[in-house]
């Protein structure tokens, strides 16, 4: 089977994707395009998922970068391909050509950014934390510093899970409400005390808020559609044991 590669014209004219479960080596729970190291999945099939990944964003693969995911507003800058261990951020920027940036979520936001005049281009991991504690903004932040403009950027969230299926409790909308009383437009009420929260929602508004140029979300919501997504979320009611991770790429 081959990829499936979710693209968006904000981001032309960078070779980029947001890249679905379809197409991959993996199998069992993980069937698919299984990209994370950090799951249970075999070690070298994962490995043939990613070079796969590599193929189609016409790069070697140590020149794909991605970072050990926290759920921080922390940004890695880069310049060349990393060596050792991964450092532990949320997001990477880069005005280097050649260098592809990644990131891996299995219902949290992966945001991809790009401005085509300064030739910067930018990768974060935005759940509902990180993007609680400002990873986008830092994302804008850091474009900035090595010669963006922000009002020339575009982003563009991938598939997330939707509010219709993220159901969470009344501690969950105080955290939202100690940053912002108008956060509360991001929560609908749901069964008895719990609530649905609306994470690409929330995310678009930070962007924007942040004098972004243009900002979209793909409308894919990683949680209903099973056959195309992995989801954390999913797993988890299923009680399975693991799950795979979904990758998007930009590269300059």
């Not at 922390?74 to 592809?100: N, S, Y």
Request: net charge negative.
């Amino acid at each position: 089977m081959t990829l499936e590669i979710l693209t968006s014209d904000l981001l032309s004219p960078f070779r980029h994707g947001f890249f679905t479960r379809r197409g991959g080596a993996s199998s069992g729970i993980f069937s698919g395009l299984n990209c994370g190291h950090g799951s249970s999945d075999q070690t070298e099939v994962v490995a043939l998922n990613r070079r796969r990944v590599a193929d189609a964003m016409e790069v070697a693969p140590e020149a794909m970068i991605g970072v050990h995911q926290v759920h921080s507003p922390a940004v890695l800058t880069v310049e060349g391909p990393v060596q050792g261990d991964k450092p532990r951020a949320d997001a990477i920027v880069t005005a280097t050509p050649g260098l592809a940036l990644t990131i891996l979520t299995a219902d949290c936001q992966p945001v991809l950014f790009a401005d085509p005049k300064a030739q910067v281009i930018g990768a974060a991991h935005a759940g509902w934390r990180g993007a609680l504690e400002g990873v986008l903004e830092a994302t804008l932040d850091a474009m900035e510093a090595i010669g963006a403009k922000r009002g020339n950027i575009s982003a563009v969230i991938g598939p997330s899970i939707s509010q219709r299926a993220y159901e969470v409790g009344p501690e969950f909308l105080d955290a939202f409400m100690a940053e912002s009383p108008d956060n509360t437009r991001f929560f609908a009420n749901g069964q008895d005390d719990r609530l649905q929260f609306d994470l690409p929602g929330f995310g678009l508004h930070r962007l924007r808020q942040a004098g972004i140029g243009h900002a979209d979300w793909t409308r894919h919501c990683t949680y209903s559609d099973p056959d195309r997504f992995y989801s954390y979320r999913r797993t988890t009611h299923a009680k399975e044991v693991d799950y795979g991770r979904l990758i998007s790429v930009i590269r300059l």
